[in-house]
């Protein structure tokens, strides 16, 4: 991918440089540093000739920006170029996946907050659960805190996963800004477990994510031509609260009896499972129909060709998500329709936390 080029003229750089005010010149250094960075991130290793070609900087930008990057331990050079070229190797340069640490937060789970120091090859360390009480956000930055005194360098943000509109979240940024200096970034979690699937999993192609929680959230991934992630995809959006059909089943909080929300959200799932006598295989099934019936509109609406379940392991099981599948099968032609599979990647929300914090970090404005 090519990015545009900074400074307008490679001649030009002295002279804009000495004509801007200070803050503009700081400005421009440090989206030059997030390009070279955003760029490195996107390939496995670069020469400094490489890093020129793909930004479009002159080479007396990259040679700066790659000597800060250096000295900071952010990037190392990984040894002489392979290529069989005339002259000598070029050294290559890599990022360093250790150097950047991100505090996730996951608050999916309703009373409990889960964190880690993530980086942003996905890796997880020092995970760390808390129940939360009467005080949430005190519980919440406590966990914050005790990350930040474990990280090995100043933390590059803090990303939060948690369904949209959490009571948890009220005042939460402040107190966060508070105990870390990082900015604090907060997204809806079922959008960073498309994130995670996405750059983490094994999808491969355009996909529905279906987050399964406290309400049923989606989000919608594509890829380019070249396989690669298309960074302007749908972003997560609660499902809507449509009659699933049969039996009317609990009220939601919509107003509707029979509302998918009412059938299929963990916390409506929860109560059947613990009714005396309940059939467990039973109520996953009539739930997961009921929530194929509901998603087959909008997999006949965007025609994507995998449809993934994301969720408790305990709701989401081989069980529920066949009755989806029957389900979305039913209402589309048994061999053009989705495929419906679970999301099996571990710890999703905190993973694509951490991917959002890092690229919000190193995309160039």
Known sequence: MRYPQILERPGDRTRASQAAPPTHARAIRERNRALVLRTLMEHSAASRADLARLTGLARPTISEVVRDLL???????SGPSQD?????PAVMLEFDQRAVQVIALDLSVPGEVTGALATPDGRLDHRRTRLLDTEPVAGIAAVADELAQLATSPPLGIGIGAPTGAPALLGLGERLAAVVDAPVHVHDDADLV????QRFGTVGTDFLLVR???????AIRVVGDDGTPVERSIGARELAHVVAGGDPGDACLCGREGCVHAWASVPALNRRLDA?????AAVLAAAGARLGTSLSVIAAAVDLPTILLSGPPEIVTSAFVEATATAVRAASHPSLGPAVSSSSLDDAVLRGAAARVVAGAFTPR
């Open 71 to 77: 000295g900071d331990g952010v990037i190392r050079e």
């Open 84 to 88: 069989a070229r005339p002259g000598k």
């Open 194 to 197: 498309a994130d995670a699937a």
């Open 212 to 218: 399964i929680g406290t309400r049923i959230g989606t």
């Open 276 to 280: 005396a006598g309940a059939d467990r």
